[in-house]
């Protein structure tokens, strides 16, 4: 008899002794979770941190390039017979080797647009030819310059400007959406890439000989 209650105690003081050990186990892994969880929550953090900070100097960055850009045109017409034009943009800050979109030489700039008509307002993709020695800016069909759509002579050119979206009618890119003012009309181009518009704009406010302003 004194023997079964001795095993019993035995098996009783076994049995708490594993229920013991079965809890603290638990107790470590409930510990080694909650650990866990908060070195990632530590590292979600600084991750969230590191890229808020990334954001805020991409900002700021950005806005310093929008202070310190020159404006998208110079309204300065050009009357030299010297003149450089291919130099002139590489001066202003354009990399036309880059810029596949256009054709640069000394006298002409060559590259497809696409305009708004005028009596109907749909867009059509032409090929742009500015012409320093004709002093015209001629459109075509396409790019062999064998069927003439139109002709805008230097003469007639007033303002060359960022639409701004408030005149384009439906443009199909209204932020590539840039305006030549004639005396007898506005004419809306897209250009295909950011980079081709400033190019388009600067090249043709050079044969703005409409806008007097400042000219003596």
Known sequence: MERLLKEAQAEKAWLIESKEREMEAKKQALQEERNRRE?????????????????????????????????????????????????????????????YHVSLTEKTCRGFLVKMGGKIKTWKKRWFVFDRTKRTLSYYADKHETKLKGVI?????????????????????????????????????????????????????????????FMV
């Open 39 to 99: 070195q990632l929550e530590r590292r979600l953090q600084e991750e969230t941190e590191r890229r808020q900070q990334l954001i805020e100097k991409e900002v700021k960055m950005r806005e310093k390039q929008r202070s310190q850009a020159r404006p998208l045109t110079r309204y300065l017409p050009v009357r030299k017979e010297d003149f450089d034009l291919r130099t002139h943009i590489e001066t202003a800050g354009h990399n036309v080797e880059t810029c």
């Open 153 to 213: 002579y230097f003469q007639a050119i007033e303002e060359v400007y960022y639409d701004h979206l408030k005149s384009a009618h439906k443009s199909p890119n209204p932020l590539l959406t840039f305006s030549v003012k004639t005396r007898d009309r506005i004419f809306y181009m897209v250009a295909p890439s950011p980079e081709t518009m400033r190019i388009w704009m600067d090249v043709i406010v050079t044969g703005a000989e409409g806008y007097t302003q």
